[in-house]
């Protein structure tokens, strides 16, 4: 029973040395033009879920009324627009990331069917792996809060967010 218990503790640290060899010699391209590694995107979505998983239940503290919304908009526009796109205008500049960041405002639905609290775990905490930076830090709880319910709400928004939306970066 030991040479057998032996035998498996040798076989498996043979596939690890010869995995880590494998990646840092090269083996693997990391370029961002060229298609995922089989269960590359399997992988992602279900660590990603696994994160939010908790925090998807949570509710916002703020409602989202006209003044939170137009609030979300704003704060939108000048963090997010770049990489996300504007209304019914999506990023000249999203297809140089990979993974390549969603359009998340109309036309497309973006996150409107995701909860609240999801979206607001994204923006607060980033995503590994991405372009998508942690927002802690550079925004209050409350500001990230807006950010969710602005987006949660993209297909349903009041005129004066719609309008924010639309006005020219700066």
Known sequence: MTKFLLGVVIGIGLVLVASYLFVTRGGIFM????KPFPWERAIASAAISASIDKSADDQSPLPADETNLLAGAKIYME???GCHGQLDKPS????RFYPH?????????GVTDDPVGATHWVVKNGIRFSAMPAATGKLSDSEIWQVAL???NADKLPASAQDALRQPQQ
Do not use: S
């Open 31 to 34: 370029g961002t033009d060229t």
């Open 79 to 81: 963090g997010c627009a």
């Open 92 to 95: 000249a500049g999203a297809k």
């Open 101 to 109: 960041p969603p359009q998340l405002l109309p036309p497309n639905k």
């Open 150 to 152: 602005f987006l949660h």
